[in-house]
């Protein structure tokens, strides 16, 4: 069945540092994938998605690529800051059945030092 | 645009008691919706898919008897945990996702459940 895997956190930068959070996937077909973050005690914001290989997904700063041929959708940012600091969890949409179900990652936590 | 609201942000209840959480799409129309529990520091598990005016599909090992869901209207779905016991106690977070093909689910605030 279809999965992804996300690297293991906690992750921990000095603010300003680059920041790269991996995410690999595997799926019948073609899913899109997408980028979500969690601040403590919220729900899921949407940062990024991609929906077909080549796709780049960008937003406040943060990018990631669909890679077909390595099948990864890997996370980056320049400069992190504090404010940075929350789990981030990848996902692909299973669009196969229709109802577009997620697979999620298991969360990477970022925490971020002044 | 695409926000995704749950009442109540916490609730405590007593073990023997049910609990309806309710999710609403606040500026659009929500064909499916879905509902997810979180674990402490865990990743979401997909609970059950909703969508309007069917019943919702569970996922397997969710109890269907036990989390009751209804998808009345294209805006508001709703999750009843009957009969709560204290392994209940959870972060319960609803998702909702345009109709017309649209993939991108937008996730609301969660709810946090504590059963005593």
Request: aromatic letters at 12%; glycine letters at 10%; proline letters at 3%.
């Amino acid at each position: 069945g279809n999965s992804v895997t996300q690297m293991e956190g906690p992750v921990t930068l000095s603010e300003e540092a680059f920041l790269t959070i991996n995410c690999t996937y595997t799926a019948t077909g073609y899913p899109s994938l997408f980028w979500y973050v969690q601040y403590p005690g919220e729900g899921l914001q949407l940062l990024l998605k991609a929906t077909k290989a080549d796709d780049k997904g960008s937003n406040k700063g943060f990018e990631a690529t669909y890679r077909k041929e390595t099948t990864s959708f890997h996370l980056e940012k320049g400069s992190v800051q504090v404010s940075d600091s929350a789990v981030y969890f990848c996902a692909l949409s299973e669009g196969a059945s229709g109802t577009y179900k997620y697979i999620f990652g298991t969360g990477t936590r970022l925490k971020v030092l002044a | 645009g695409a926000v995704v609201s749950q009442h109540p942000s916490w609730v405590i209840c007593k073990s023997g008691t049910s609990v309806k959480i309710e999710c609403r799409s606040l500026d659009f129309q929500a064909t499916t919706m879905f509902w997810y529990r979180q674990f402490p520091k865990k990743s979401l598990m997909l609970m059950a898919t909703s969508n309007e005016g069917s019943k919702a599909t569970y996922e397997q090992g969710v109890e269907k008897d036990k989390f009751l869901i209804n998808h009345a209207s294209l805006t508001l779905s709703t999750l009843t945990v009957t009969s709560a016991h204290p392994e209940d106690s959870s972060f319960y977070i609803c998702s909702a996702r345009a109709g017309q093909g649209g993939e991108t689910q937008y996730f609301g605030p969660g709810t946090r459940l504590l059963v005593l």
